[in-house]
Structure formats: structure tokens, C-alpha cells
């Protein structure tokens, strides 16, 4: 297995993966290293190890040297650089006329590029665009139209639930949420409360998942009609996953009255989900729903 060490780079939580060669980094180095855009600055995240050929995507890039004095003034410089150029960058796209909105711009450690992103609702001619920068900047201009999701990570925020956006904060890649998750989790389907700050669903979403699903499992559907320790039988109006109690409505047609108890669930009676199917008829999602009977 090959040894390799991780590597952050600015406004990007993710991890890459770089060979150490005869060096020695340790957690929190600023290190020079050679990626597919060229030289580049970051700073050592995960110390030396070995890992699997199959984590490794792509060809595996050195660690060229651990940083110096001169380079650390250097990234420092290309960063004050950066905050300088912004406000001339934004003036350029307002004049273009074009639609697009500026997100942020970075310039590559040899400073002989300078990367800007931006978001658009579809595709933008910017060639006069570039042409203009380029005579302003006297570099080389690279443009990037990025999604929703990266200009949340780049420009990072706080999250409905009050802390940093997992995006922004942690996360190395971007999690597969769908809106079945949130039904999975019997969460409102209001999507200003399932949609974090770049209109996507919650990567959060994906947390839990896993537990749900299997809670799911082993509790009774809305609806259903199921059989308490105490002999009454209920329809159920509402689960709780974390608890896993179930919340039943019981009639009494001779008082003629209704009560609504939450009842553990080793203390109700249904037909498992695992049961063999009666019927099978679509849902409202399209998926199938299967009618169990009792063993």
C-alpha cells in the first residue's frame, strides 16, 4: 500500500491525498506540492499512513517541499493579492453585462493564473470577459461556473441548526441526500425547512438515515391497525423512531368516546413488514406498497 499524507487547501474542507516521497510532514505543516493546475499551497491535515490503492483516485502527486519562510510570506502576499482584485473583478462582470454573480477568485501559488468563480443559470459566453481581465490583471484568466452547493462551501455560513455549514465546516465530500430521506425521518416536507443556505436538501439528511430506516423496520405503518398487550386494538396515528414508542387511537364504541396512549413497541401486537405479501399496489411515491398479513 502506498504512503501518502493529507493536504487542505484554503476555503476547501476536503482532504487530498499526496506521496511524502522522503519527506517527513506532520499534522499542521504548510507543505508546497504539485497538483493538476500546477504548484500549489496547503497546509498537512492527516499524518503519514498507508492506505488502499482504491481511495487513491488518480494519479498520486508529491509533496515537492515543506514550506518556507519566504513561501509562507508568499501565500500570504497572493492572499492579500486575492482580497484586492475582488472588488476589480466584481466592477468587470457588472460592466459585461453578463449574468452571472461572482463567488471567489484565488491565485495560483507561482501566480501565473488567476481562477475565478462564479454562478450562472445556464451557460455564459464570457470570452470578452476573459479578454478584459486579462489585459487588467496581465496573468493568465481561468473562469469556472460552479453549482449551488460549492458557492455555499467556498463562501461558507451559518446553518439553520447554528453551526458552520457542514460543507464549509467538515465535510470531505458532498453527502447523496434525496427527499425520501426526509420522509424516512418523518420530517416536514416544507422545503424551507429541509433546504440548507444553498436551496439544496440539508446534507445532514444523510446522517441518520441509516437508523431510521432500520427503526422504520420494526414499526408499524400509519394507519394500520394494531393489537395493544392490554387487548385493545388501535389504529396507529404517529410513531416516534428515537423512543420507538408508537401513538395509537382506541375507540370505544360503547362509550362512545376515543383515546389517544402512546404504547412501547414490545407492548403492541402487528403483522412484521417482513411478512409474506398479499397485494402490491403503488404508493403515492410510486414505490409499492405491500399489504401484510398476520402469521
Known amino acids: 500500500m502506498p504512503e501518502i499524507v493529507g493536504v487542505k487547501f484554503d476555503f476547501n474542507p476536503k482532504i487530498y491525498y499526496f506521496s511524502p516521497g522522503e519527506l517527513q510532514p506532520q499534522v499542521g505543516d504548510d507543505v508546497i506540492v504539485e497538483t493538476s493546475r500546477g504548484t500549489d499551497y496547503g497546509t ?22 515543506i514550506a518556507t519562510p519566504e513561501d509562507k510570506e508568499k501565500h500570504k502576499k497572493l492572499l492579500e493579492k486575492r482580497k484586492t482584485s475582488y472588488p476589480q473583478i466584481a466592477e468587470k462582470i457588472r460592466a459585461s453585462g453578463l449574468e452571472m454573480k461572482l463567488v471567489g477568485a ?23 470577459l ?15 461556473q460552479i453549482g449551488a452547493r460549492d458557492e455555499c462551501r467556498m463562501m461558507g455560513g451559518i446553518a439553520p441548526c447554528g453551526r458552520a455549514c457542514c460543507c464549509s465546516d467538515h465535510m470531505s465530500d458532498y453527502a447523496h441526500v434525496s427527499i425520501k430521506m426526509a420522509k424516512t425521518q418523518s420530517l416536514s416536507l416544507n422545503p424551507a425547512k429541509i433546504s440548507g443556505l444553498c436551496g439544496r436538501l440539508m446534507c445532514c439528511l444523510a446522517y441518520e438515515n441509516e437508523y431510521y430506516a432500520e427503526v422504520n423496520k420494526k414499526l408499524p405503518k400509519i394507519g394500520s391497525v394494531v393489537t395493544a398487550v392490554t387487548g385493545e ?22 362509550k362512545d368516546s376515543v ?25 403515492d411515491d410510486g414505490e409499492e406498497l405491500l399489504k401484510l398479513e398476520k402469521d
Open 233 to 254: 386494538t388501535g389504529t396507529v396515528i404517529g410513531v416516534n423512531q428515537l423512543k420507538k414508542t408508537v401513538k395509537l387511537k382506541i375507540e370505544n364504541k360503547e
Open 44 to 65: 498537512v491535515a492527516m499524518p503519514l499512513s498507508e492506505v488502499d490503492n482504491k481511495k487513491i483516485v488518480g494519479k498520486l502527486m508529491p509533496v515537492t517541499r
Open 130 to 144: 476573459v479578454r478584459d481581465l486579462a489585459a487588467s490583471f496581465h496573468t493568465r484568466i481561468e473562469l469556472k
Open 106 to 128: 484565488e491565485y495560483t501559488f507561482d501566480g501565473g493564473k488567476l481562477i475565478i468563480y462564479f454562478t450562472a443559470d445556464g451557460r455564459v459566453d464570457f470570452r470578452n
Open 259 to 283: 383515546t389517544i396512549s402512546d404504547f412501547e413497541l414490545k407492548d403492541i401486537k402487528f403483522a412484521p413488514k417482513n411478512a409474506k405479501p398479499q397485494k402490491e399496489e403503488p404508493d
